[in-house]
């Protein structure tokens, strides 16, 4: 990837509450996802439905720009998580989800109940799961049949490799 500035990678770190995020999670004032560790917290808590997010910078969970940067990835795991909002992409890129291993579900979220997600691209996705189970996506592992999504963009960087792989959503 070529970028004019080197981006913040994410730490591992998930902050700690929603307070530590801007907005309201309004229609109006979505909370703003700034970073992995804000990004960790909306897919690993289960939050109230309804609420509004927007992602209003490109994400780094991983750093890509490395030959084999595979070797020193970071795993995204958040198992039996629900999401039941509104997650705008707002044409920003989630780079470098990555998981290396065998979970039961897999997917930026774990699972997805009456919710949008729009609006977001996925570049340098790496996924390896040996488990067969099913729900194998680079978005949502498992989506309930109200789950919508709309204009989400997979690049050819992404793989799956991985039984009962969906794509999108699981």
Not at 88 to 106: A, V
């Amino acid at each position: 990837i070529s970028r004019a500035e080197d981006p913040e990678v994410w730490d591992g770190t998930v902050i700690g509450s929603l307070t530590e995020m801007n907005g309201s999670g309004t229609v109006d004032a979505p909370y703003e996802i700034e970073n992995g560790s804000q990004l960790a917290y909306v897919v690993s808590t289960n939050l109230d439905d309804g609420l509004y997010f927007k992602v209003v910078k490109d994400i780094y969970l991983n750093d890509t720009s490395l030959e084999n940067w595979q070797e020193s990835a970071r795993n995204w795991v958040w198992a039996d998580v629900r999401f039941g909002g509104t997650f705008d992409g707002d044409g920003h890129t989630i780079n470098g989800l990555y998981f290396n291993g065998n979970q039961k579900r897999f997917g930026l979220f774990s699972f997805v109940g009456d919710t949008l997600i729009t609006n977001v691209k996925f570049t340098n996705a790496y996924i390896n799961n040996t488990t067969s189970e099913e729900g194998q996506a680079i978005v949502a592992a498992q989506a309930s049949a109200k789950a919508d999504f709309d204009k989400i963009y997979i690049d050819e960087t992404c793989s799956i490799n991985a039984p009962n792989v969906k794509g999108v959503a699981g």
